[in-house]
């Protein structure tokens, strides 16, 4: 499933995906495989990126 509200919160912080891949340490392909909902991210990346963008986990990571 895709990560629209990943992709939504980084665009609301005028950030590409590469820009949020260096401040969360990773590369650009894997913020992009996780909007895509093609790739699980380890917990700490999930605090990592919710913390870079100002969003809770159950904001960005949480499915209803």
Not at 2 to 28: F, P, Y
Not at 44 to 61: G, M, P, V
């Amino acid at each position: 499933m895709k990560n629209i509200r990943l992709k939504m919160a980084r665009i609301e912080h005028d950030l590409s995906q590469g820009e949020l891949a260096e401040k969360v340490g990773v590369t650009r392909q894997t913020i992009g495989l996780i909007e895509l909902g093609k790739y699980n991210p380890t917990l700490n990346l999930c605090i990592s990126i919710c913390k870079t963008l100002n969003k809770t986990l159950d904001e960005l990571f949480w499915e209803e």
